[in-house]
């Protein structure tokens, strides 16, 4: 199973909104409205930030949102804040009952 | 307060085998699914393995099939990962992990790091 396809790197100015997307296949995220998204600091656990494509666990501020078309899912951060600054990754669950992490993405906050 | 508290992680050499342990607290234990997920230094998550909560359903990564087992003792509240026939490349921190939302992981541990070295 390859891992889904993030671009390494994303960049925005404090306010701004940066998106980051998360590439798959058919049997994967195109299939299955299982994708869910994590942040990651630095030497920190993964945290929780969307689940089934787009809704948010409670507590996690509604400048993220999640979004599907086709094979590939979106993380949408708005109103960029110095503290999203982190590792993002995407995960989808599969067609062989497994679960699947994309490349993960950085977030720098300019 | 919910809590995953792994442990079992060392320096082993090629070709050994280590089990690692995840403590669980907070929780019904019995009534999760149980992951492992591990990350090389510098490198991405990988997922590795499940198990569902009265331990007869599990799943594994096509990279750890047939050389890693993830098993549970309910009565315990803890799971566990064997790990047999290790390589380089499974040097990680491997976190165990689970979650009360469809198909995702909101409940983490902390960590325990895993070298694999002659």
């Known amino acids: 199973q390859s891992a889904l396809t993030q671009p390494p790197s994303v960049s925005g100015s404090p306010g701004q909104s940066v998106t980051i997307s998360c590439t798959g296949t058919?049997?994967?995220?195109?299939?299955?409205?299982?994708v869910s998204w994590y942040q990651q600091p630095p030497g920190t656990a993964p945290k929780l930030m969307i689940y089934?494509?787009?809704d948010r666990p409670s507590g996690v501020p509604d400048r993220f949102s999640g979004s599907k078309s086709g094979n590939t899912a979106s993380l949408t951060i708005s109103g960029l804040q110095a503290e999203d600054e982190a590792d993002y990754y995407c995960s989808s669950f599969t067609s062989s009952n497994t679960y699947v992490f994309g490349t993960g993405t950085k977030v720098t906050v300019l | 307060e919910v809590q995953l508290v792994e442990s079992g992680g060392d320096l082993i050499q090629p070709g050994g085998s280590l089990r690692l342990s995840c403590a669980a607290s907070?929780?019904?234990?019995?009534?999760?699914?149980m992951h492992w997920v591990r990350q090389a230094p510098g490198k991405g998550l990988v997922w590795l393995s499940e198990i569902n909560g009265d331990g007869i359903i599990t799943n594994y990564a096509d990279s750890v099939k047939g050389r890693f087992t993830i098993s549970r003792d309910n009565a315990k509240n803890t799971l566990y990962l064997q790990m047999n026939s290790l390589r380089a490349d499974d040097t990680a921190v491997y976190f165990c992990?689970?979650?009360?939302?469809?198909?995702?992981?909101?409940?983490w541990g902390q960590g325990t790091m895993v070298t694999v070295s002659s």
């Open positions: 058919s049997s994967d995220v195109g299939n299955f409205n299982r």
């Open positions: 907070g929780f019904t234990f019995s009534s999760n699914w």
């Open positions: 089934e494509v787009s």
């Open positions: 992990a689970t979650g009360n939302y469809l198909y995702a992981l909101n409940i």
